[in-house]
């Protein structure tokens, strides 16, 4: 069984850090893209940031230079380090990973089980 488990979240100050980490275990041939989302309440869910299997990054505007993504292939890995967090950061943070796993001919997506991130002013 395929699972991403997330790690990373809490509460942090205005201007804090905090890097969210996100493993894929289980039976996987292939790893695709693989992004970061997140969702406030009261809010639809927003991509944050996206990496593909080449390592080519892409980012909302509202957290460009101020958050890197990363992957680790050999580790199954993709990161989230968020620097200079603003209350607006608050959020549940979902990974998201599109990845072939045994026994399939194409890939799915999956989803980890979010982490809550929150920036006090």
């Known amino acids: 069984q395929v699972q991403l488990v997330e790690s990373g979240g809490g509460l942090v100050q205005t201007g804090g850090s905090l890097r969210l980490s996100c493993a894929a275990s289980g039976s996987i041939i292939r790893i695709n893209d693989m992004g970061w989302y997140r969702q406030a309440p009261g809010k639809q869910r927003e991509s944050v940031a996206g990496?593909?299997?080449?390592?080519?990054?892409n980012y909302a505007n509202s957290v460009k230079d101020r958050f890197t993504i990363s992957r680790d292939n050999a580790k199954k890995t993709v990161y989230l380090q968020m620097n200079s967090l603003k209350p607006e950061d608050t959020a549940v943070y979902y990974c998201k990973a599109n990845l072939v796993p045994g026994g399939t001919l194409w890939g799915n997506n999956y989803w980890g089980q979010g982490t809550q991130v929150t920036v006090s002013s």
């Open positions: 990496i593909t299997s080449g390592g080519s990054t």
